[in-house]
């Protein structure tokens, strides 16, 4: 580990306590048929919410989540992130994540708004959210972050097409909402320093990943992948083993 990392100074001004704990979801539905095991039940989902709420945690957006460390709170808060931007989102994660007093971070994109999940061929077509959708997440208080313009490989894509997937993403996203958008995610969680720096030029205060091996930073965030046969023990340890694991981000603002 990189001796600017295990700086006691560097760790107490970053953050409280080690890396954000950042639940990664995608649809909430029907899980009956789901190869790429992107969906939770709402019933499920219900109970991760319940145990995080009775283990005195709240799931919250991640820039609430980033906000809330930069001034050296946000103990009790978890990021709890969902995306592609399924439009069972609005009907089916929305009420459990009010009836629970949470927020979230919803990661869409706008360059297949009313789409549906295309660049996963196996399994059920699942319609993604129309601009009217993200405006009502938005409304009801759900940051919106960008997941690109339509889903593809930031490491496989030639500069136009980098530049258009991170700053055009963006820039249609703020023209959506009315809104800053700070958040960016990356589709399929691969990530380089190139798709980094990308991020970086536009204009993002932070990103997620999944799991980004030795890149770290607010850029780079990683995510623990939440799913179906979540309950309540495996989510303990992912959680415990989380903290573990994770080394502190530099430089998380
Ligand atoms: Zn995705």
């Known amino acids: 580990m990189p001796s600017s990392v295990e700086s006691p100074a560097r760790v107490r001004t970053s953050a409280p306590g080690p890396v954000p704990w950042i639940a990664m979801y995608h649809s909430v539905g029907d899980c009956s048929d ?3 095991r992107v ?3 709402p019933g ?3 109970r991760q919410l319940c ?3 009775r283990r005195g945690l709240r799931g919250v957006s991640v820039a609430e989540l980033l906000a809330a460390r930069a001034r050296g709170e946000g103990r009790g808060l978890v990021g709890l ?3 592609d931007g399924y439009a069972d989102f609005l009907g089916n994660a929305l009420p459990l994540l009010s009836r629970w007093e949470c927020t979230a971070t919803l990661f869409v994109l706008p360059g297949r708004l009313g789409g549906d999940n295309v660049w996963d061929p196996l399994g059920p077509r699942k319609p993604l959210l129309t601009a009217d959708g993200i405006q009502q997440a938005a409304a009801a208080g759900v940051e919106i972050g960008s997941h690109g313009l339509t889903h593809v490989d930031l490491t496989r894509a ?3 097409l980098l530049r258009a997937e991170t700053a055009g993403s963006r820039a249609a996203l703020e023209e959506l909402t009315g809104a800053p958008v700070t958040g960016f995610c990356y589709p399929y969680g691969t990530v380089d320093r190139r798709a980094v720096a990308a991020v970086r030029e536009a204009g993002y205060g932070y990103a997620c990943a999944i799991d980004p091996g030795r890149l770290s930073g607010p850029h780079v965030l990683p995510r623990v992948y939440i799913g179906e046969q979540d ?3 495996r989510l303990f340890l992912k959680h415990r083993l989380h903290r573990l694991r994770r080394r502190p981000v530099e430089g998380l603002r």
């Open 39 to 41: 969906t939770v039940s």
């Open 34 to 36: 789901d190869p790429y």
């Open 51 to 53: 145990w995080l709420r």
């Open 81 to 83: 992130t969902f995306d």
């Open 231 to 233: 309950t309540a023990v």
């Open 44 to 46: 499920r989902l219900d």
């Open 158 to 160: 030639d500069d136009t």
